[in-house]
């Protein structure tokens, strides 16, 4: 079982609610991925109060958690605001904590991100923090207060998958015990499955389902990779080797 902050969940993936075709697809990609927990931007739904209204019905109708995120925030103090508004609207105390630092690349700054998740830890909120793959800012974050880490696999929407494996894995064997999730990055249900193969917790996939060809079917694909990557990391796979080993023993072989 998945577990963030003293609650539980099957699934191990979570969902991003941007940018898809139409409500109803958003509808139909969250059933068949069979999620659990989904994103949902603040600033992208408090611009029409009509419209985030309705947003709002449809996620209290699909059942799920709501992580609100402060996605768009580029200081520590606009994420602190942004995340205030967002737990008296949503009312929790979850929150994505995304301070970037880069328009590019949509990096985050790891300094604002620090200086936020202390102010909100303070504060009572649950910070899921987005991040890079630095060890360093990820002790910086448990010593903040959050329970729960988000590096990234490759900038958000790039869909390039595991950027840097190496610095995944080392996290994973660094903080054995902090809940990690893979966010920003994934393309595709190999790179899903590939992330927790590494022994991830979960996996958060956004623009990969709002913008293939069928959202719908391609969240029921990573919902599919999730699962086999846990179940494959759970079962210990070999470790790859540089030479060639025999799989058929040479003892009792006949030999004429």
């Known amino acids: 079982m998945l577990e963030f902050y003293g609650k539980t969940f099957e699934s191990r993936l979570l969902l991003g609610t941007a940018q898809y075709p139409s409500p109803s697809i958003l509808a139909d990609s969250v059933r068949s991925s069979s999620t659990e927990i989904v994103t949902v931007s603040l600033r992208r739904e408090s611009g029409n109060?009509?419209?985030?209204?309705?947003?709002?019905?449809?996620?209290?109708?699909?059942?799920?958690?709501?992580?609100?995120?402060?996605?768009g925030c580029h200081t520590a103090r606009e994420a602190v605001t942004t995340a205030k508004m967002a737990r008296e609207i949503f009312g929790t105390n979850w929150i994505k904590l995304e301070v970037i630092g880069d328009h590019d690349t949509l990096q985050p700054d790891p300094f604002g991100l620090v200086e936020a998740a202390t102010?909100?830890?303070d504060e009572g909120f649950e910070v899921f923090p987005y991040m890079n793959d630095d060890l360093v800012v990820a002790e910086k974050l448990i010593e903040a207060g959050c329970k729960v880490l988000m590096p990234w696999g490759a900038p958000i929407g790039s869909g390039r998958?595991?950027?840097?494996?190496?610095?995944?894995?080392?996290?994973?064997?660094?903080?054995?015990?902090?809940?990690?999730?893979v966010d920003a990055g994934i393309g595709v249900p190999s790179h899903a499955a590939s992330a927790m193969e590494l022994g991830f917790d979960a996996v958060l996939i956004n623009t990969a389902v709002a913008k293939a060809g069928n959202p719908a079917t391609i969240a029921r694909a990573f919902s599919l990779a999730v699962r086999a990557g846990r179940i494959a990391y759970e079962a210990d796979?070999?470790?790859?080797?540089d030479m060639a080993a025999p799989s058929t023993p040479l003892i009792g072989k006949a030999f004429v």
């Open 49 to 71: 109060m009509r419209a985030g209204q309705d947003f709002w019905t449809l996620i209290k109708a699909l059942g799920v958690s709501v992580l609100p995120n402060t996605a």
């Open 161 to 181: 998958g595991l950027n840097n494996p190496y610095a995944l894995k080392t996290m994973r064997a660094h903080f054995p015990d902090i809940p990690l999730v």
């Open 237 to 241: 796979p070999i470790e790859a080797r």
């Open 119 to 121: 102010i909100l830890c």
